[in-house]
């Protein structure tokens, strides 16, 4: 485990179900991010919180609805999705949002698979 | 605007050969720079980080990065490779304030026995 914890591992859900992605650390870091990862295209930033507030969203559809309850867990919660949101979903965290040299954090990701 | 370009997408090698896996960037102000590893199945790990200092920059598993300003340039080299280093590689970058990195498309390193 490297610290930040994704569950579930792996989710398969039709495109009428309704799912959440949970990611959970105890580093005592101050921002947490969602990252989608598709095959041969760079990591895309999705959403990021700090200190519990959402401070960006990469014009992600609202099909993906973000949560982050404390700065310990952040959600993403997952409502009518299509075959092309089938993707790797990263959670990551960082010491301090406001500082570009503290690296990241990862999650061991949810492979999600949209049928 | 920034933008983070991994030359080569795929780079099999020999076990115990010498590997590079090159990175270029784009920037107009100062950048933060970092290697990550993504083993099968698994998230990114940090293998290395540039901040400031010395352009020589040694991280885990004995891989190595040199920043060179010059060719806005952050290769990664490993003097002999092993099995276990066939994985995926990104190299990101950061700016010196917010928090938001800028990722290459990976370089997959299969290590061939």
């Known amino acids: 485990e490297t610290g930040v914890t994704q569950t579930p591992r792996h989710l398969v859900m039709g495109m009428t179900n309704k799912k959440s992605l949970k990611c959970e650390q105890h580093l005592g870091h101050n921002a947490m991010y969602w990252y989608k990862q598709s095959a041969k295209k760079p990591l895309e930033l999705m959403f990021v919180y700090n200190f519990k507030e959402q401070t960006e969203n990469n014009s992600v559809p609202s099909r993906f609805s973000p949560e982050c309850p404390n700065s310990s867990h952040l959600f993403l919660h997952l409502h009518t999705l299509q075959p092309e949101d089938s993707a790797l979903y990263l959670c990551?965290?960082?010491?301090?949002?406001?500082?570009?040299?503290?690296?990241?954090?990862f999650g061991s990701g949810t492979r999600l698979t949209v049928v | 605007a920034q933008s983070v370009t991994q030359l080569d997408s795929q780079v099999p090698v020999f076990e115990e050969a010498p590997v590079e896996l090159r990175c270029n960037y784009s920037?107009?102000?100062?950048?933060?720079l970092f290697w990550y590893v993504q083993y099968p199945n698994q998230g990114l790990q940090l293998l290395l980080k540039y901040l400031s200092g010395s352009t020589l920059v040694k991280g885990i598993n004995g891989f190595e990065a040199e920043f060179n300003k010059s060719q806005t340039s952050f290769h990664l080299r490993k003097p002999s490779v092993h099995i276990s280093d066939t994985a995926e590689y990104f190299c990101?970058?950061?700016?010196?304030?917010?928090?938001?990195?800028?990722f290459g498309t990976g370089t997959s390193l299969t290590v061939i026995p």
């Open positions: 990101a970058v950061s700016y010196l304030t917010g928090n938001q990195f800028y």
């Open positions: 920037s107009s102000v100062s950048v933060y």
């Open positions: 990551a965290s960082s010491e301090d949002p406001g500082q570009g040299n503290y690296g990241y954090t």
